[in-house]
């Protein structure tokens, strides 16, 4: 389940409804799938989208999309620092950039013009589309990452990312990842 934060005005939302809404106001699709299968830390590509295959096929299909892959990011995954260091740099892509969270989780940061920063974590379930264009940056966490996703592009050239070099992102390193009540 889904935290969204605005750190500037120390606002925290779970309530899934008021996340959706708040971030398709925004132009950010975001939605919940029934996530049910439990995955092994050595399962496959292909037995990660074939076991979602059902709710992935009409959802490229409307969307035009046609490439699927699966991101795993965990403490044994080597280079981790360096990898970070890319997702935590604000940038854009050229096409939507989506992610389904089979488990794990992670932090998106979103930059929006005449708005305050706010991340939206996303865990098990979650379905996000930052559309094309959009400043974001991605975290996995520092320690002990641990983030398993559905990747779903048109082409997967336009995941490139176009770094915007703001520095923006370093204001909040210091953030945790939000916690549960």
């Given at each position: 389940?889904?935290?969204?934060?605005?750190?500037?005005?120390?606002?925290?939302?779970?309530?899934?409804?008021?996340?959706?809404?708040?971030?398709?106001?925004?132009?950010?699709?975001?939605?919940?799938?029934?996530?049910?299968?439990?995955?092994?830390?050595?399962?496959?590509?292909?037995?990660?989208?074939?076991?979602?295959?059902?709710?992935?096929?009409?959802?490229?299909?409307?969307?035009?999309?046609?490439?699927?892959?699966?991101?795993?990011?965990?403490?044994?995954?080597?280079?981790?620092?360096?990898?970070?260091?890319k997702f935590l740099a604000e940038h854009t892509h050229s096409e939507d950039e989506i992610r389904f969270f089979v488990d794990g989780q992670?932090?998106?940061?979103?930059?929006?013009?005449?708005?305050?920063?706010?991340?939206?974590?996303?865990?098990?379930?979650?379905?996000?589309?930052?559309?094309?264009?959009?400043?974001?940056?991605?975290?996995?966490?520092?320690?002990?990452?641990?983030?398993?996703?559905?990747?779903?592009?048109?082409?997967?050239?336009?995941?490139?990312?176009?770094?915007?070099?703001?520095?923006?992102?370093?204001?909040?390193?210091?953030?945790?990842?939000?916690?549960?009540?």
């Amino acid at each position: 389940m889904a935290i969204l934060s605005i750190p500037n005005q120390q606002v925290q939302v779970t309530d899934p409804q008021e996340i959706r809404a708040f971030m398709n106001d925004r132009g950010i699709f975001f939605d919940q799938w029934f996530c049910d299968v439990e995955f092994e830390d050595h399962a496959s590509t292909e037995e990660i989208l074939a076991a979602y295959h059902s709710d992935l096929d009409p959802f490229m299909k409307n969307g035009g999309y046609q490439t699927a892959d699966v991101i795993s990011i965990n403490s044994l995954t080597e280079n981790y620092e360096a990898i970070r260091a890319k997702f935590l740099a604000e940038h854009t892509h050229s096409e939507d950039e989506i992610r389904f969270f089979v488990d794990g989780q992670g932090l998106f940061w979103f930059h929006l013009e005449n708005e305050d920063v706010f991340n939206l974590l996303c865990e098990r379930g979650d379905l996000i589309s930052v559309p094309a264009g959009t400043k974001h940056w991605f975290d996995a966490g520092e320690k002990l990452p641990f983030v398993k996703a559905i990747r779903i592009f048109i082409d997967m050239s336009g995941w490139i990312p176009e770094y915007t070099e703001s520095g923006l992102e370093q204001q909040f390193n210091e953030f945790n990842f939000p916690k549960r009540g």
